[in-house]
């Protein structure tokens, strides 16, 4: 039977109660390994979500130009504002995802 004896404790250590505490090791592991790859799903799903949502705004919006002849400012205001929401998106979605981005 393997024996460890901790001399500045005195407490003995055996074979069966290492297993076990490489057990308890082994369960808190494997439980939090799992909740982080639930967060990285959850936070994939929803970022498609999102992207989806956002295609279909953008084919919205070309039907929109499409049927509508807009003044270059308009375009221009409308051109900055589109990139402002895309970055607050980008922004908030690597908030979530802990991502760190480039501000330009």
Same mark, same amino acid.
């Given at each position: 039977?393997?024996?460890?004896?901790?001399?500045?404790?005195?407490?003995?250590?055996?074979?069966?109660?290492?297993?076990?505490?490489?057990?308890?090791?082994?369960?808190?592991?494997?439980?939090?390994?799992?909740?982080?790859?639930?967060?990285?799903?959850?936070?994939?799903?929803?970022?498609?979500?999102?992207?989806?949502? =956002?295609?279909?705004? /953008?084919?919205? !919006? %070309?039907?929109? *130009?499409? +049927?509508?002849?807009?003044? @270059?400012?308009?375009?221009?205001?409308?051109?900055?504002? =589109?990139?402002?929401? /895309?970055?607050? !998106? %980008?922004?908030? *979605?690597? +908030?979530?995802?802990?991502? @760190?981005?480039?501000?330009?």
């Amino acid at each position: 039977m393997a024996e460890t004896v901790n001399k500045e404790s005195g407490l003995k250590i055996t074979g069966p109660l290492l297993r076990l505490v490489a057990m308890i090791f082994g369960i808190a592991a494997a439980y939090f390994l799992t909740i982080q790859s639930l967060r990285i799903e959850l936070a994939a799903k929803a970022e498609s979500a999102i992207v989806e949502q =956002l295609d279909k705004k /953008l084919n919205n !919006i %070309e039907v929109i *130009l499409k +049927e509508t002849v807009l003044s @270059k400012e308009q375009f221009y205001k409308f051109s900055t504002d =589109l990139e402002t929401r /895309l970055a607050r !998106i %980008e922004y908030h *979605l690597s +908030e979530i995802t802990g991502e @760190k981005i480039d501000k330009p």
